[in-house]
């Protein structure tokens, strides 16, 4: 079993910075990967970024160039660097955890943290 813990959401202007932060416990050979999905109003979950065990980062389409992914394996924490941010990244943001075999596909989630983007 892995459980998440997620900080650092909050409100933040168009054009702005915010960083997440998401700690796993349990034992590391339980998940592959790290990384978040968000979901906003009205929408389907999506693929925001995950980071492989092996260091293989994946981006979302809508937020290559302007969040970055990056994992500290020794402390099992993953941190998502925003920047840029819009009105359209408004949603909230789930840490996720793969199963040992899976790289993008999520296995454990997060209990969500709320992002805005506002003026």
């Known amino acids: 079993q892995v459980r998440l813990e997620e900080s650092g959401g909050g409100l933040v202007q168009p054009g702005g910075s915010l960083r997440l932060s998401c700690t796993a416990s349990g034992s590391s050979y339980s998940y592959n990967s790290l990384g978040w999905y968000r979901q906003a109003p009205g929408k389907e979950r999506e693929l925001v970024a995950v980071?492989?065990?092996?260091?293989?980062?994946h981006y979302g389409d809508s937020v290559k160039g302007r969040f970055t992914i990056s994992r500290d394996g020794a402390q099992h924490i993953v941190h998502l660097q925003m920047n840029n941010m819009q009105p359209e990244d408004t949603a909230v943001y789930y840490c996720?955890?793969?199963?040992?075999?899976?790289?993008?596909?999520?296995?454990?989630w997060g209990h969500g943290t709320q992002v805005t983007v506002s003026s």
């Open positions: 980071v492989t065990e092996g260091g293989a980062k």
């Open positions: 996720i955890a793969t199963r040992p075999w899976a790289h993008t596909m999520p296995g454990y």
